[in-house]
C-alpha cells in the first residue's frame, strides 16, 4: 500500500476557476504534511506546509483531517502560472523522511 | 534558486554499469535525502544522511548506495544498473537556514536525469 494516494488528473480548467486537489494518507504517525508544486522538468518546490488549523496564503488553502488522514488543498482564482503538477507530502521518520503523492497535474486554459 | 547543486545534470549508461551521482547541500544543511522521480511519478524516497551516517531507507535493494562527506555534501551510487533504473534522482538538504532549524522543510536541486539504455 502506498504511503500516500493522490489522484493524478489531469485537472483543465478557466482561468479564474476553483480548484480542489486531495490526497490521503496510510501512516497515522506521519508527522508533517505539505504542497509541493512541480513545473516541467523541473524540481520540487514548497508551495505550503499544511496544519490541521488549516493555513491559507493568498489564493492557496490548505487543510489536514488527522482523523480521515486527508490532506486538499483549494486554489480560488486559478492564473495561467499555476499550470503545474502538485505533489502531496508526508514526512515520516527521526529525520522527517518525505513520503510523496503521484502528482496531480493541472492546466489553466486561458 | 536553492543552493543545492546536483552533477551531472544528464547521464547516459548501459545495462549492467555503474553510476556515481553528486549533491552539494545548501549551506547551513547538514542532511541529504536522495529520490528517484520515474516519469508520471511522484519522487521515490531512497535513503536520508544524516552528519555522515545513515538515518533511515526506503524501499530499495543494495545496489543503491551512498554516502556522505564531512562538508555534507553526498554522493548516490548504483551498482549494475537495470533499465528501470532509468529516472530523475532529486537530492535534498534540510538543516539550518537562515540562522533557524528548518528540518521540516527539504530544500531540491534541480536534479541529474539517467538513462540506461
Known amino acids: 500500500r502506498k504511503e500516500v494516494e493522490q489522484d493524478p488528473g489531469p485537472f483543465n480548467v478557466p482561468e479564474g476557476a476553483t480548484v480542489a486537489f486531495n490526497c490521503t494518507y496510510s501512516?497515522?504517525?506521519?508527522?508533517?504534511f505539505f504542497w509541493y508544486r512541480q513545473d516541467c522538468r523541473k524540481e520540487p518546490k514548497l508551495l505550503m506546509s499544511v496544519y490541521s488549523s488549516g493555513n491559507e496564503d493568498g489564493r492557496f488553502t490548505a487543510q489536514l483531517n488527522r482523523a480521515s488522514q486527508y490532506i486538499s488543498l483549494l486554489i480560488r482564482d486559478s492564473k495561467l502560472s499555476d499550470s503545474a503538477t502538485y505533489l502531496c507530502?508526508?514526512?515520516?521518520?527521526?529525520?522527517?523522511?518525505?513520503?510523496f503523492g503521484t502528482g496531480t497535474s493541472l492546466t489553466v486554459i486561458p | 534558486e536553492t543552493g543545492v547543486t546536483q552533477s551531472p545534470t544528464h547521464l547516459i549508461k548501459t545495462r549492467g554499469q555503474q553510476v556515481t551521482l553528486r549533491c552539494s547541500s545548501q549551506s547551513g544543511h547538514n542532511t541529504v535525502s536522495w529520490y528517484q522521480q520515474a516519469l508520471g511519478q511522484g519522487p521515490q524516497f531512497i535513503f536520508q544522511y544524516y552528519r555522515e551516517e545513515e538515518n533511515g531507507r526506503g524501499n530499495f535493494p543494495p545496489r543503491f548506495s551512498g554516502l556522505q562527506f564531512p562538508n555534507y555534501s553526498s554522493e548516490l551510487n548504483v551498482n549494475a544498473l537495470e533499465l528501470d533504473d532509468s529516472a530523475l534522482y532529486l537530492c535534498?538538504?534540510?538543516?539550518?537556514?537562515?540562522?533557524?532549524?528548518?528540518?521540516?522543510?527539504?530544500?531540491f536541486g534541480p536534479g541529474t536525469r539517467l538513462t540506461v539504455l
Open positions: 501512516n497515522s504517525a506521519s508527522q508533517s
Open positions: 507530502v508526508v514526512a515520516l521518520g527521526t529525520g522527517n523522511q518525505f513520503y
Open positions: 535534498a538538504s534540510s538543516g539550518w537556514t537562515s540562522g533557524r532549524p528548518t528540518y521540516n522543510e527539504q530544500f
